[in-house]
């Protein structure tokens, strides 16, 4: 069955480098994608691809079958929810999500 | 900044009542997508759409469900008879590339709330 696997929560302090790690078992699936979810607002990609990457503060780990998301010096305005999410055929496949929690 | 808009933002309907949801991709964009949130379960893929056809769907998107793009830019979900257990969130995306592998970015609106009592 395709799925996204990702932890439910992670903690971090300010200023701290944090890292949310993303597995799959989704059919054909080369990329990953990692979007960040303010509730209320649309869900907004941060990083993509098949190969280690960098936007801004936000670092992209790249396996086959596996990705991390690092983000860097981390703010109390970067708590929220984090998707990893793969594409299969037509449809993209997300994780449960990771909410972050930083701590001043 | 072009983007994904959704109506309405919210709402309230009884069960059994036919619901249509409301969303106008951006309008260079080709590939068109439901996905839905139970609040706090995960995002859950409901169906893609292209070509004035469904590419793909996922088992919740039952024969209570249907989709269509009536005029060139809207997109719609509607639910026939909804349930209790549809109350969610629901997300359209879109994205710019034909379907297919790696296609990329999907472009979400910010999604319409649907309670169902």
């Known amino acids: 069955k395709d799925q996204v696997f990702q932890p439910s929560t992670v903690a971090s302090s300010e200023g701290a480098v944090v890292e949310i790690f993303c597995n799959h078992s989704?059919?054909?699936?080369?990329?990953f994608f990692w979007y960040l979810h303010f509730p209320g607002c649309a869900p907004r990609l941060l990083v993509k691809?098949?190969?280690?990457?960098q936007q801004g503060r936000y670092n992209m780990t790249y396996e086959r079958f596996s990705s991390s998301l690092l983000i860097l010096q981390v703010r109390e305005a970067d708590a929220a929810v984090y998707y990893c999410?793969?594409?299969?055929?037509?449809?993209?496949?997300f994780g449960a999500g990771t909410r972050l929690f930083v701590k001043a | 900044e072009p983007e994904v808009t959704q109506t309405p933002s919210h709402q309230v309907t009884q069960m059994g009542q036919e619901v249509i949801l409301r969303c106008v991709p951006i309008?260079?964009?080709?590939?068109f997508y439901w996905y839905r949130q139970i609040l706090g379960q995960k995002v859950e893929f409901l169906v893609s759409?292209?070509?004035?056809?469904?590419?793909?769907k996922s088992e919740i998107f039952d024969d209570q469900f249907s989709v269509e793009r009536p005029d060139g830019s809207n997109f719609t979900l509607k639910i026939r008879s909804t349930k209790l257990e549809d109350s969610a969130m629901y997300f359209c995306?879109?994205?710019?590339?034909?379907?297919?592998?790696?296609?990329?970015?999907?472009?979400f609106g910010e999604g319409s709330r649907l309670t169902v009592l």
């Open positions: 995306a879109s994205t710019p590339l034909a379907g297919g592998p790696n296609t990329g970015e999907l472009f």
């Open positions: 989704v059919s054909n699936a080369y990329n």
């Open positions: 691809g098949s190969k280690p990457s």
């Open positions: 999410a793969c594409e299969g055929g037509f449809k993209t496949i």
């Open positions: 309008s260079n964009h080709l590939y």
């Open positions: 759409f292209y070509n004035n056809e469904i590419s793909e």
